[in-house]
């Protein structure tokens, strides 16, 4: 039997009511096809062994210092294919989007029907996430912003916004250099290193510093850039990124999904001290959402939304 990731589940996963989804993003919605099926016992232990068995082996790469030069060679071949396409957007997709044709959703595995689901959830959950937040200031900072993919989305969306693309990869920088300039963006690509934060870095009043899915290659080496954050004051801070505290050890998904977060050194301790900070009242933390939807060994997306005090 096939389910359907509709308004009302998408609603579930970013803790907000149908009605405010279907205003967001309805029409997207629709566009794509969200059908999936829940994968039946033989093939979901055929998944499970798979996980572990890879969890176990040695061929996931573990994130650090040491990884600039994969990034910047995997980001250059999107580098290739945008020029070589003639600046099709739909190069800039990461191609670790595509890997998996088993998904997890809501703690259990599922088998979507269409093979770009992850990208086109991704894409609903971007537009869900920007439009809700980003209305009220006027410079986005995206940390570790990859191929610009994400900025992309917000420059069609807030065309008058100044937008930076920040990441240590050269290649990463020309991507958005390119971008920038055949689609005439308002968008800047500039290196920057979380490891050693630019603190020449200007940012205006009124700027929100996202980071997606790139605060996880940090490890428990947060501090850098989280002293960084408090030093530029910037109006607001959003992370997506995958948080190992939002797990609940005692499910056997969660469980593994630890243990696949800290065997590929994934962030860690990032919402702790976020949960001092607020504490000693130095922030305030205004959303905390585990988004139950990522790939077949972890959750990708969940939410951490805060300010300065
Ligand atoms: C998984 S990719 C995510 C890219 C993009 N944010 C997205 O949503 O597709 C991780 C990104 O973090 C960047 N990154 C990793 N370590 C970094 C560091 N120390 N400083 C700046 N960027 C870093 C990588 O170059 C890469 O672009």
């Known amino acids: 039997m096939t389910s359907i990731l509709d308004t009302s589940e998408l609603a579930k996963l970013f803790g907000t009511s149908e009605k405010d989804v279907e205003q967001m993003c309805g029409d997207l919605i629709k566009s794509y096809n969200f059908r999936y099926m ?30 600039e030069s994969d990034w ?18 739909r190069t800039l997709v990461p191609q670790y989007m595509y890997k998996f044709g088993v998904r ?35 410079c986005i900072y995206e940390f570790g912003c990859g191929t610009g993919y994400n900025l992309v989305i917000m420059a069609q969306l807030f065309p008058e916004k100044r937008l930076l693309g920040l990441d240590w990869a050269e290649s990463s920088i020309k991507l958005v250099d390119t971008i920038a300039s055949i689609y005439k963006f308002n968008l800047t690509g500039r290196k920057f290193d979380y490891f050693d934060p630019d603190y020449d ?19 428990g080496d947060f501090q850098p850039f989280l002293d960084f954050i408090l030093e530029k004051r910037p109006a607001l801070v ?11 050890e005692s499910n056997l ?10 065997k590929r050194n994934y962030l860690n301790g990032y919402l702790g001290a976020l949960k001092t900070l607020e504490k000693s009242n ?28």
Request: proline content about 3%; some cysteine; overall charge negative.
């Open 253 to 262: 998904l969660d469980y593994l999904a630890i243990r696949y977060h800290q």
């Open 201 to 219: 870095l200007e940012v205006p009043d009124n700027s929100v510093f996202i980071t997606l899915n790139s605060m996880e290659q940090l490890g």
């Open 104 to 138: 997890r959703l809501f703690s259990r595995y599922i088998r979507p029907l269409d093979k770009h689901f992850e990208v086109h959830f991704y894409n609903v959950y971007r537009h869900y996430l920007f439009k809700t937040w980003f209305k009220p200031y006027d």
């Open 282 to 309: 130095k922030i305030e933390i205004l959303k905390i959402q585990r988004i139950l939807c990522g790939n077949i060994f972890h959750e990708g997306y969940s939410l951490v939304i805060w300010k300065i005090l």
């Open 38 to 67: 829940v994968l039946e016992p033989s093939e979901f232990e055929k998944i499970l062994l798979d996980v572990i068995r890879t969890i176990d082996g040695e061929t996931l790469s573990v994130s650090g210092k040491k990884r």
């Open 238 to 248: 959003i992370n997506s990124e995958p948080f190992i505290e939002l797990y609940d």
């Open 72 to 89: 910047i060679s995997g980001w250059n071949d999107n580098l290739t294919a945008f020029v070589e396409s003639n600046y099709d957007l």
